[in-house]
């Protein structure tokens, strides 16, 4: 149900950014867009992009419906993109994942909603290259709030990861852009890190950096050998980091002591 919800999310949310920049766009400019419909997470009701049926509660049953359907529009018989159960799946399977890792209390529940926040990110920054701040930094600072009590991490050690988090994607980016020319990255991807540091502390930033970096260069090399994907056609990186900081929010301390164990064996 959740993942149903997080659907909503990525396909609302960046339309609503748009409209927003749009209407700052023409406030500036002494032009105020006229009134349109409401359009938010909850209005208007879900319905069909290509013939505007209006989706009933039967056809909105998380990956059910989808396979009820054959993956098509009861309406006009389009096709259903493969991403809305796999959203919902992916969303069920990490959440029981989570909440049999973790076991009842806080942790589980903190976990819960950062599964959510990065599936969301995931899917938004494939398919717009944005990381919204609507997310982003209430993110970061509700990791900040469970550290109090050192959910996670210690606070001291989560405020240095929030920092770092920012600072060495920050650094990566000027450093890129003095010497290329060129933006390599976005600023929300130094927040979503900051945010994955406020979570888990500064200790588990180089695991986090290692693992979305790895996952990250495989794929872009298979995207331009089996795709054709262009060298020059930006590939988002904060997939690839939120991919990075569940591994090490679920297995971090694990692969963290059996990498330094590696290191002291003679």
């Known amino acids: 149900m959740v993942g149903s919800f997080l659907n909503v999310v990525i396909h609302r949310l960046p339309k609503m950014m748009e409209r927003e920049w749009q209407a700052q766009c023409a406030e500036l400019n002494g032009h105020p867009l006229p009134e349109s419909a409401p359009y938010n997470l909850v209005i208007p009701r879900s319905a069909c992009p290509h013939c505007q049926h209006a989706i009933g509660a039967l056809e909105n049953i998380p990956v059910i419906s989808y396979l009820i359907l054959r993956g098509k529009c009861k309406g006009c018989g389009a096709r259903?993109?493969?991403?809305?159960?796999?959203?919902?799946a992916l969303s069920g399977i990490l959440s029981a994942y989570a909440a049999w890792h973790f076991g009842f209390g806080l942790a589980a529940g903190a976990a819960l909603i950062m599964i959510w926040a990065l599936i969301a990110l995931t899917f938004i920054d494939f398919d717009t290259q944005l990381l919204p701040d609507a997310i982003t930094l209430p993110l970061l600072w509700l990791g900040l709030m469970l550290n109090i009590d050192a959910t996670f991490a210690s606070l001291p050690n989560a405020v240095v990861g929030a920092i770092a988090g920012y600072l060495v994607l920050w650094?990566?980016?000027?450093?890129?852009?003095?010497?290329?020319?060129?933006?390599?990255?976005?600023?929300?991807?130094f927040k979503l890190l900051a945010a994955i540091g406020a979570w888990l502390g500064w200790t588990l930033l180089p695991l986090t950096i290692l693992l979305s970096s790895l996952v990250g260069a495989v794929v872009g090399i298979v995207l331009i050998i089996i795709t054709k994907h262009g060298r020059n056609i930006p590939i988002p990186f904060g997939p690839y980091l939120a991919g990075g900081g569940l591994i090490a929010l679920f297995w971090g301390q694990e692969l963290t002591r059996g990498y330094l164990q590696l290191l002291s064996a003679p």
């Open 80 to 88: 259903i993109s493969i991403r809305y159960p796999v959203v919902e």
């Open 171 to 189: 650094i990566v980016y000027w450093l890129f852009k003095l010497v290329t020319g060129k933006e390599g990255m976005g600023y929300g991807d």
